[in-house]
């Protein structure tokens, strides 16, 4: 056991059991039903990571979020969620949060994030700071949410709603990397992959291709087409820091 604490706040008690479960052979864990045994349990002892349900008992998840982040600003806190809603989980970084865990989750997913989370973010920012991240997709939530998530990274973000007009802002910006939605109207992910690669000037320019469509086709097209990596839209902020990150520091 590594003596980190970490809080677990949710109503469910099945939640509870199983990150306790499974959380305890590695951390201390605590357990709380409500936002108010939350704050009362800030007030003895200092946890490293708050893991809290978006839909907690008692206060406002975010409320209880801006409440910690103030007082106990070193403490790591996660938002578990059954929704994915682009602009409130934007709104959760935004005030502070961590990142945010997707119920029902897997237990690898529960590890992933307990480890970044303690991990404070410090080894992806040298690689994200300062870097142009275009990102093109035409839905103004999700353009928001990715802002977001690479410019608490310091990194610059380029937002472009037209696939049409990729290749031409691709000259303009230069961008470090490219994170490209599928589903463009009036043009595919996968013909602006395959223009952007087999083009001499941009054709070293990594392209992740995000979707919301879990298909293992669309996967392989998407890498035919020469993108780099794929992904759901729906992944963890946290995990496509790391990949960007990753990508970018192996260049």
């Not at 604490?5 to 099945?14: C, E, G, K, W």
């Amino acid at each position: 056991m590594s003596g980190e604490r970490i809080l677990v706040v949710d109503s469910n008690n099945l939640v509870r059991e199983v990150c306790s479960r499974f959380l305890k052979t590695k951390y201390e864990v605590y357990l709380a039903e409500t936002g108010d045994e939350a704050r009362k349990m800030f007030l003895e002892i200092n946890f490293d990571v708050m893991l809290v349900d978006l839909n907690i008992r008692g206060i406002n998840a975010l409320d209880l979020l801006k409440r910690i982040k103030k007082d106990y600003s070193k403490c790591a806190v996660v938002i578990m969620t059954g929704q994915w809603v682009p602009q409130m989980l934007a709104d959760i970084m935004k005030e502070g949060g961590f990142g945010y865990l997707e119920k029902p989750f897997e237990l690898a997913e529960l590890d992933y994030i307990i480890k970044s989370a303690l991990e404070k973010r410090s080894k992806y920012k040298e690689y994200l700071e300062g870097k142009k991240i275009m990102v093109v997709d035409d839905e103004d939530e999700l353009l928001d949410f990715f802002r977001t998530v690479f410019e608490l990274e310091k990194a610059n973000v380029i937002t472009l709603h037209d696939g049409k007009s990729v290749l031409s802002k691709i000259e303009q910006e230069s961008p470090d990397i490219i994170l490209l939605d599928l589903m463009l109207s009036g043009i595919s992910g996968f013909e602006i992959c395959r223009n952007i690669k087999s083009n001499d000037k941009f054709k070293k320019i990594p392209v992740f291709i995000l979707t919301s469509r879990a298909d293992e086709k669309d996967r392989i097209k998407g890498i035919e087409a020469g993108a780099d990596n794929y992904f759901m839209k729906s992944i963890n902020p946290q995990a496509l820091i790391q990949e960007v990150a990753k990508y970018l520091a192996g260049r």
